[in-house]
């Protein structure tokens, strides 16, 4: 396991009752590097979406915590937030609740000469996703191949 790995995975340990005391939904949480800077992120949902006074009740809750337990090296920038209109899909959960939603899934690579695909998710398992697109014919991707997968959003 990596070290980025395990950041995430003690944080969601740490994370997951602070958010069930609330009544909240732990999304994900992140560690990355962006320019010279470490981001330990935190996205939290519920029904009707998530208030900047929630974001700041975790995350006082959760800071508190990392200072003690002190487990990350580097230095790096705490965020708690909502996962946004454009939520991606990464975890078991995410991809049930989805079902019979339209999805955007971008590839690695072209795939039948694109990389941009939308449609209605209708099935998953732990390698592939199928889509129905708008001519009524199924797509299967192998997981492998999305860069990303997420809900659509139209304005």
Do not use: H
């Not at 939904?25 to 590097?33: A, Q």
């Amino acid at each position: 396991m990596s070290k980025k790995e395990m950041y995430e995975q003690k944080t969601e340990e740490i994370l997951l009752p602070i958010v069930e005391e609330y009544g909240f939904e732990l999304v994900d949480v992140e560690y990355v590097k962006e320019g010279s800077n470490w981001y330990l992120r935190a996205y939290i949902d519920k029904p009707g979406g998530i208030g900047v006074n929630d974001c700041e009740a975790v995350s006082r809750r959760l800071s508190d915590i990392l200072d003690e337990k002190d487990y990350i090296e580097d230095s790096y920038i705490l965020e708690v937030s909502s996962p946004g209109l454009g939520r991606p899909l990464k975890k078991e959960k995410d991809f049930r609740r989805s079902l019979g939603e339209e999805v955007e899934i971008r590839t690695y690579r072209m795939i039948d000469r694109q990389k941009e695909f939308t449609g209605i998710l209708k099935d998953y398992d732990e390698t592939t996703v199928t889509i129905e697109m708008e001519d009524e014919t199924e797509k299967t991707f192998e997981k492998s191949e999305i860069a990303l997968i997420r809900l659509a959003f139209d304005f």
